[in-house]
Nanobody, 124 residues
Framework: QVQLVESGGGLVQPGGSLRLSCVAS????????MSWYRQAPGKERELVAV????????NYADSVKGRFTISRDDAKNTVYLQMNSLKPEDTAVYSC?????????????????WGQGTQVTVSS
């Protein structure tokens, strides 16, 4: 059974830090690109950061560049999001996503899994 379980959210003051974790099970974690998304009330879901397999590359939304860092530990089947210099506009539910696209000849398969999310609230 595939599971992605996020933790580490909470209430933090502006300028503070949080570290989110997402523990995966039920699939070959190292074969999947891992991402963090967020969704604030009344807004569209937004891609925050993505890390490719083996940590080959990372990409970030412009709104979090220089403040957030995504990393992964394949031995622990875990992806992290270190969030520094938090702002009230970072308040959202943060969810992790695992994605793999397998191509064989002219066929392809997409494997796409989501966690339930963890609430991050930045407020004084």
């Amino acid at each position: 059974q595939v599971q992605l379980v996020e933790s580490g959210g909470g209430l933090v003051q502006p300028g503070g830090s949080l570290r989110l974790s997402c523990v995966a099970s039920g699939f070959t974690f190292s074969s999947y690109a891992m991402s963090w998304y967020r969704q604030a009330p009344g807004k569209e879901r937004e891609l925050v950061a993505v890390i490719t397999t083996a940590g080959g590359s990372e990409n970030y939304a412009d709104s979090v560049k220089g403040r957030f860092t995504i990393s992964r530990d394949d031995a622990k089947n875990t992806v992290y999001l270190q969030m520094n210099s938090l702002k009230p506009e970072d308040t959202a539910v943060y969810s992790c996503n695992a994605l793999s696209i397998v191509i064989e000849g002219t066929s392809h398969w997409k494997y796409d899994y989501w966690g339930q999310g963890t609430q991050v609230t930045v407020s004084s």
